[in-house]
Protein backbone atom coordinates (compact mmCIF):
# COMPACT_ATOMS: atom_id res chain seq x y z
CA UNK A 1 0.00 0.00 0.00
CA UNK A 2 1.31 3.12 -1.13
CA UNK A 3 0.12 6.59 0.64
CA UNK A 4 0.40 9.91 -0.54
CA UNK A 5 1.82 12.62 1.91
CA UNK A 6 1.99 15.76 0.05
CA UNK A 7 -1.10 18.19 -0.96
CA UNK A 8 -2.36 18.49 -4.87
CA UNK A 9 -5.52 19.13 -6.19
CA UNK A 10 -8.10 16.94 -7.23
CA UNK A 11 -9.28 14.88 -10.60
CA UNK A 12 -12.93 14.92 -11.93
CA UNK A 13 -15.03 11.79 -10.78
CA UNK A 14 -17.82 10.13 -12.11
CA UNK A 15 -21.40 10.86 -11.34
CA UNK A 16 -20.13 14.63 -11.29
CA UNK A 17 -21.78 17.02 -14.10
CA UNK A 18 -19.28 18.06 -16.75
CA UNK A 19 -18.32 21.46 -16.58
CA UNK A 20 -16.99 22.99 -19.79
CA UNK A 21 -13.20 23.53 -19.14
CA UNK A 22 -9.49 23.62 -19.89
CA UNK A 23 -6.80 22.78 -17.85
CA UNK A 24 -6.23 26.10 -17.08
CA UNK A 25 -7.21 28.91 -15.17
CA UNK A 26 -9.36 30.83 -18.06
CA UNK A 27 -12.84 30.70 -17.43
CA UNK A 28 -15.40 28.61 -19.53
CA UNK A 29 -18.92 29.78 -21.23
CA UNK A 30 -20.85 28.83 -17.94
CA UNK A 31 -18.30 31.31 -16.11
CA UNK A 32 -16.48 28.37 -13.96
CA UNK A 33 -12.85 28.37 -14.21
CA UNK A 34 -11.45 25.11 -14.42
CA UNK A 35 -9.71 25.23 -11.50
CA UNK A 36 -13.03 25.75 -10.01
CA UNK A 37 -14.65 22.04 -11.00
CA UNK A 38 -13.52 20.39 -8.25
CA UNK A 39 -13.14 22.86 -5.47
CA UNK A 40 -13.51 21.30 -2.15
CA UNK A 41 -13.52 17.51 -3.26
CA UNK A 42 -10.72 15.80 -1.42
CA UNK A 43 -9.20 12.65 -2.60
CA UNK A 44 -6.92 9.96 -1.01
CA UNK A 45 -4.74 8.09 -3.41
CA UNK A 46 -4.02 4.00 -2.87
CA UNK A 47 -1.77 3.51 -6.11
CA UNK A 48 0.39 0.02 -6.18
CA UNK A 49 1.90 1.39 -9.59
CA UNK A 50 4.12 4.71 -9.28
CA UNK A 51 3.48 5.36 -13.02
CA UNK A 52 0.12 5.96 -12.11
CA UNK A 53 0.36 8.04 -9.24
CA UNK A 54 2.63 10.46 -10.91
CA UNK A 55 -0.16 10.44 -13.80
CA UNK A 56 -3.04 10.97 -11.50
CA UNK A 57 -1.31 13.45 -9.18
CA UNK A 58 -0.91 15.45 -12.50
CA UNK A 59 -4.10 15.17 -14.21
CA UNK A 60 -5.63 16.12 -10.69
CA UNK A 61 -3.68 19.32 -9.85
CA UNK A 62 -5.18 20.48 -13.19
CA UNK A 63 -8.54 20.46 -12.24
CA UNK A 64 -8.39 22.45 -8.72
CA UNK A 65 -9.08 20.29 -5.11
CA UNK A 66 -7.55 18.58 -2.60
CA UNK A 67 -5.58 14.94 -1.91
CA UNK A 68 -5.30 13.42 1.70
CA UNK A 69 -2.51 12.39 3.37
CA UNK A 70 -4.84 10.09 5.46
CA UNK A 71 -7.86 8.18 4.72
CA UNK A 72 -10.39 10.33 7.41
CA UNK A 73 -14.25 9.87 6.75
CA UNK A 74 -14.90 13.03 7.94
CA UNK A 75 -12.67 14.54 5.48
CA UNK A 76 -12.10 12.57 1.98
CA UNK A 77 -14.68 12.44 -0.34
CA UNK A 78 -13.46 10.13 -2.96
CA UNK A 79 -11.06 7.03 -2.79
CA UNK A 80 -8.63 6.80 -5.98
CA UNK A 81 -6.86 3.52 -6.44
CA UNK A 82 -5.44 1.62 -9.58
CA UNK A 83 -6.39 -1.73 -8.37
CA UNK A 84 -8.82 -3.68 -10.81
CA UNK A 85 -12.70 -3.49 -9.53
CA UNK A 86 -12.58 -7.27 -9.32
CA UNK A 87 -9.80 -7.00 -6.26
CA UNK A 88 -12.80 -4.38 -4.70
CA UNK A 89 -14.32 -5.65 -1.32
CA UNK A 90 -16.08 -7.54 -0.61
CA UNK A 91 -14.02 -10.12 -3.42
CA UNK A 92 -10.85 -8.58 -2.19
CA UNK A 93 -9.00 -8.55 0.68
CA UNK A 94 -7.11 -5.20 0.21
CA UNK A 95 -7.12 -3.56 3.89
CA UNK A 96 -7.56 -0.21 2.57
CA UNK A 97 -10.21 -0.88 0.24
CA UNK A 98 -11.87 -1.99 3.32
CA UNK A 99 -11.27 0.61 5.02
CA UNK A 100 -12.88 2.63 2.34
CA UNK A 101 -16.05 0.80 2.18
CA UNK A 102 -16.33 0.68 6.03
CA UNK A 103 -16.32 4.75 6.30
CA UNK A 104 -18.38 5.04 3.51
CA UNK A 105 -15.50 6.60 1.00
CA UNK A 106 -17.00 6.05 -2.22
CA UNK A 107 -14.07 4.11 -4.68
CA UNK A 108 -13.20 5.20 -8.01
CA UNK A 109 -10.54 3.76 -10.68
CA UNK A 110 -7.67 5.07 -12.25
CA UNK A 111 -9.22 4.56 -15.26
CA UNK A 112 -12.74 6.21 -14.87
CA UNK A 113 -10.91 9.28 -13.67
CA UNK A 114 -8.74 8.85 -17.42
CA UNK A 115 -11.88 8.31 -18.76
CA UNK A 116 -13.61 11.12 -17.73
CA UNK A 117 -11.23 13.52 -18.34
CA UNK A 118 -10.97 13.03 -22.13
CA UNK A 119 -14.17 13.31 -22.88
CA UNK A 120 -14.23 16.79 -20.63
CA UNK A 121 -11.98 17.79 -22.71
CA UNK A 122 -13.34 16.87 -26.49
CA UNK A 123 -16.79 18.57 -25.11
CA UNK A 124 -14.65 21.45 -23.88
CA UNK A 125 -13.47 21.37 -27.30
CA UNK A 126 -16.95 20.82 -29.06
CA UNK A 127 -18.63 24.12 -26.51
CA UNK A 128 -15.95 26.26 -27.94
CA UNK A 129 -16.92 25.96 -31.36
CA UNK A 130 -20.51 26.24 -30.72
CA UNK A 131 -19.57 29.62 -29.22
CA UNK A 132 -17.56 30.96 -31.74
CA UNK A 133 -20.64 29.70 -34.62
CA UNK A 134 -22.26 32.64 -32.65
CA UNK A 135 -20.93 35.01 -33.41
CA UNK A 136 -22.73 37.28 -35.89
CA UNK A 137 -20.88 38.84 -38.16
CA UNK A 138 -21.91 41.67 -41.19
CA UNK A 139 -20.42 42.30 -44.97
CA UNK A 140 -19.36 45.64 -45.21
CA UNK A 141 -21.46 47.51 -47.63
CA UNK A 142 -19.42 49.41 -50.40
CA UNK A 143 -18.07 51.74 -50.28
CA UNK A 144 -16.42 52.20 -47.26
CA UNK A 145 -12.80 52.54 -46.13
CA UNK A 146 -11.65 50.21 -43.33
CA UNK A 147 -8.30 50.65 -41.43
CA UNK A 148 -6.82 47.92 -39.73
CA UNK A 149 -4.32 47.49 -36.94
CA UNK A 150 -1.68 45.07 -38.66
CA UNK A 151 -0.27 44.37 -34.99
CA UNK A 152 -4.72 43.21 -34.02
CA UNK A 153 -3.72 45.42 -30.89
CA UNK A 154 -6.61 47.85 -31.76
CA UNK A 155 -10.32 47.29 -33.01
CA UNK A 156 -9.86 48.28 -36.83
CA UNK A 157 -12.37 51.55 -37.95
CA UNK A 158 -14.78 51.27 -40.87
CA UNK A 159 -16.67 54.19 -42.39
CA UNK A 160 -19.21 53.11 -44.72
CA UNK A 161 -19.83 55.83 -47.36
CA UNK A 162 -23.19 56.20 -49.09
CA UNK A 163 -21.16 57.18 -52.41
CA UNK A 164 -17.60 57.30 -53.08
CA UNK A 165 -15.71 60.59 -52.68
CA UNK A 166 -14.09 62.17 -55.86
CA UNK A 167 -11.13 63.95 -55.17
CA UNK A 168 -10.72 67.44 -56.99
CA UNK A 169 -7.14 69.38 -56.21
CA UNK A 170 -8.43 71.90 -58.93
CA UNK A 171 -10.74 73.44 -56.54
CA UNK A 172 -9.84 76.67 -55.12
CA UNK A 173 -10.04 75.90 -51.39
CA UNK A 174 -10.82 78.10 -48.57
CA UNK A 175 -10.44 77.47 -45.19
CA UNK A 176 -13.02 75.04 -44.23
CA UNK A 177 -13.55 73.66 -47.41
CA UNK A 178 -12.18 70.11 -48.76
CA UNK A 179 -11.18 68.92 -51.78
CA UNK A 180 -13.44 65.91 -51.90
CA UNK A 181 -16.60 66.63 -53.67
CA UNK A 182 -15.51 70.15 -54.33
CA UNK A 183 -17.98 71.83 -57.31
CA UNK A 184 -16.18 74.70 -59.24
CA UNK A 185 -19.46 75.76 -60.66
CA UNK A 186 -20.78 76.85 -57.23
CA UNK A 187 -17.31 78.63 -56.30
CA UNK A 188 -17.80 81.94 -54.85
CA UNK A 189 -15.90 84.11 -57.02
CA UNK A 190 -16.06 87.11 -55.33
CA UNK A 191 -13.50 87.47 -52.41
CA UNK A 192 -14.88 87.54 -49.46
CA UNK A 193 -13.15 88.93 -46.05
CA UNK A 194 -14.35 86.11 -43.53
CA UNK A 195 -15.50 82.77 -45.73
CA UNK A 196 -17.41 80.41 -43.82
CA UNK A 197 -16.69 76.84 -43.59
CA UNK A 198 -18.26 74.74 -46.03
CA UNK A 199 -19.43 70.75 -45.56
CA UNK A 200 -17.78 68.04 -47.68
CA UNK A 201 -20.37 66.47 -50.10
CA UNK A 202 -20.15 63.31 -51.06
CA UNK A 203 -20.52 63.15 -55.54
CA UNK A 204 -22.12 60.26 -56.67
CA UNK A 205 -19.15 60.10 -59.49
CA UNK A 206 -16.41 57.47 -58.97
CA UNK A 207 -13.01 57.88 -59.14
CA UNK A 208 -11.44 57.16 -62.89
CA UNK A 209 -8.45 56.06 -63.67
CA UNK A 210 -7.16 58.91 -66.03
CA UNK A 211 -4.57 58.24 -69.01
CA UNK A 212 -1.62 60.51 -68.73
CA UNK A 213 -3.06 63.13 -70.93
CA UNK A 214 -6.29 63.27 -68.91
CA UNK A 215 -4.41 63.30 -65.98
CA UNK A 216 -2.02 66.41 -67.57
CA UNK A 217 -5.29 68.35 -68.51
CA UNK A 218 -6.66 67.75 -64.91
CA UNK A 219 -3.49 69.11 -63.10
CA UNK A 220 -3.29 72.64 -65.57
CA UNK A 221 -7.04 73.56 -65.05
CA UNK A 222 -7.02 77.26 -64.40
CA UNK A 223 -8.69 78.74 -61.34
CA UNK A 224 -12.01 80.96 -61.06
CA UNK A 225 -10.71 84.29 -61.81
CA UNK A 226 -12.60 86.78 -59.23
CA UNK A 227 -11.52 90.05 -61.78
CA UNK A 228 -14.07 92.65 -61.22
CA UNK A 229 -14.64 96.55 -62.41
CA UNK A 230 -13.66 97.78 -59.55
CA UNK A 231 -10.28 95.74 -58.73
CA UNK A 232 -7.09 97.96 -59.60
CA UNK A 233 -4.95 96.80 -62.41
CA UNK A 234 -2.20 95.44 -59.88
CA UNK A 235 -4.39 93.23 -57.98
CA UNK A 236 -5.82 92.02 -61.60
CA UNK A 237 -2.63 90.89 -62.22
CA UNK A 238 -1.61 89.20 -59.01
CA UNK A 239 -4.34 87.72 -59.28
CA UNK A 240 -3.05 86.36 -62.94
CA UNK A 241 -0.08 85.46 -61.90
CA UNK A 242 -1.14 83.33 -58.93
CA UNK A 243 -3.72 81.17 -60.80
CA UNK A 244 -1.70 80.65 -63.78
CA UNK A 245 -1.14 76.85 -64.01
CA UNK A 246 2.61 75.26 -64.31
CA UNK A 247 2.97 72.17 -66.72
CA UNK A 248 5.10 69.82 -65.10
CA UNK A 249 5.77 67.86 -67.99
CA UNK A 250 7.17 71.14 -69.89
CA UNK A 251 8.68 73.07 -67.13
CA UNK A 252 6.89 76.04 -67.85
CA UNK A 253 4.39 78.13 -66.68
CA UNK A 254 0.51 79.01 -68.35
CA UNK A 255 -1.77 81.52 -68.65
CA UNK A 256 -5.32 79.95 -67.93
CA UNK A 257 -6.17 81.26 -71.16
CA UNK A 258 -3.70 79.68 -73.23
CA UNK A 259 -4.27 76.18 -71.57
CA UNK A 260 -5.81 74.23 -74.41
CA UNK A 261 -3.47 76.11 -76.69
CA UNK A 262 -0.82 74.41 -74.88
CA UNK A 263 -1.69 71.11 -74.70
CA UNK A 264 -2.59 71.10 -78.21
CA UNK A 265 1.09 72.36 -79.00
CA UNK A 266 3.78 70.44 -80.57
CA UNK A 267 6.43 70.73 -77.40
CA UNK A 268 3.73 69.61 -75.20
CA UNK A 269 2.53 66.88 -77.08
CA UNK A 270 6.75 65.98 -78.05
CA UNK A 271 6.94 65.47 -73.98
CA UNK A 272 3.44 63.42 -73.32
CA UNK A 273 4.56 61.10 -76.26
CA UNK A 274 8.19 60.76 -75.09
CA UNK A 275 10.06 57.62 -74.78
CA UNK A 276 11.39 57.92 -71.63
CA UNK A 277 7.76 57.50 -70.11
CA UNK A 278 7.66 53.98 -71.15
CA UNK A 279 10.24 52.83 -68.39
CA UNK A 280 7.47 54.21 -65.50
CA UNK A 281 4.89 52.76 -67.45
CA UNK A 282 6.62 49.43 -67.60
CA UNK A 283 6.45 49.66 -63.61
CA UNK A 284 3.15 50.81 -63.08
CA UNK A 285 1.80 47.91 -65.48
CA UNK A 286 4.70 45.37 -63.09
CA UNK A 287 2.44 46.34 -60.02
CA UNK A 288 -0.28 44.05 -59.19
CA UNK A 289 -3.88 45.13 -59.40
CA UNK A 290 -6.00 46.26 -56.94
CA UNK A 291 -8.23 43.04 -57.20
CA UNK A 292 -5.31 40.76 -56.87
CA UNK A 293 -4.41 42.36 -53.86
CA UNK A 294 -7.79 41.82 -52.24
CA UNK A 295 -7.93 38.20 -53.56
CA UNK A 296 -4.59 37.54 -52.13
CA UNK A 297 -5.27 39.02 -48.50
CA UNK A 298 -8.21 37.41 -48.30
CA UNK A 299 -6.12 33.87 -49.15
CA UNK A 300 -4.63 35.06 -46.30
CA UNK A 301 -6.82 35.03 -44.21
CA UNK A 302 -8.76 32.46 -44.94
CA UNK A 303 -5.26 30.16 -44.54
CA UNK A 304 -4.88 32.05 -40.53
CA UNK A 305 -8.19 30.80 -39.64
CA UNK A 306 -7.68 27.32 -40.99
CA UNK A 307 -4.52 27.24 -39.57
CA UNK A 308 -5.81 28.70 -35.86
CA UNK A 309 -8.71 25.58 -36.06
CA UNK A 310 -5.48 23.03 -36.91
CA UNK A 311 -3.62 24.56 -33.55
CA UNK A 312 -7.08 23.79 -31.78
CA UNK A 313 -7.79 20.13 -32.85
CA UNK A 314 -4.34 18.87 -32.32
CA UNK A 315 -4.41 20.38 -29.14
CA UNK A 316 -7.35 18.43 -28.31
CA UNK A 317 -5.97 15.55 -29.87
CA UNK A 318 -2.82 15.90 -27.98
CA UNK A 319 -4.27 16.03 -24.59
CA UNK A 320 -6.64 12.81 -25.66
CA UNK A 321 -3.74 10.61 -26.69
CA UNK A 322 -1.61 11.61 -23.30
CA UNK A 323 -4.94 9.97 -21.16
CA UNK A 324 -5.50 7.44 -23.48
CA UNK A 325 -1.48 6.63 -22.78
CA UNK A 326 -2.05 6.92 -19.36
CA UNK A 327 -4.48 3.98 -19.41
CA UNK A 328 -2.64 1.50 -20.84
Not at 8 to 31: E, F, I, L, W, Y
Not at 223 to 241: D, E, G, V
Request: aromatic share 6%; hydrophobic share 35%.
Amino acid sequence: MMMMAHTATVAAMPGMKHQHDQTSSRKTSSGISAKQVFMNKRFYLHFKCKANLAKASDVIKAFGGQIEEFLDKTTVSYLLTDIPSEQWPPNGKDSTLQIGVNHAVKIMSFQNLINYCREYLISQSSSDEDEELKVQTTELRAPFIKFEDTRHKYAPSVRELPEWPEINLDAPLQPGQTIFGFNPAHANTTPTPSPKPTSAVWPSNNIHIKTRQQHTTQMMTPKASPATPNMHANQCRRMLRKNATHCELCGVRVAPEKLEEHIDSHEHTSNVENAKWGEVESVIDSLPSLDSLITRKRVQLTNLDEHQEFLCLHKVETISQMFLNSSK
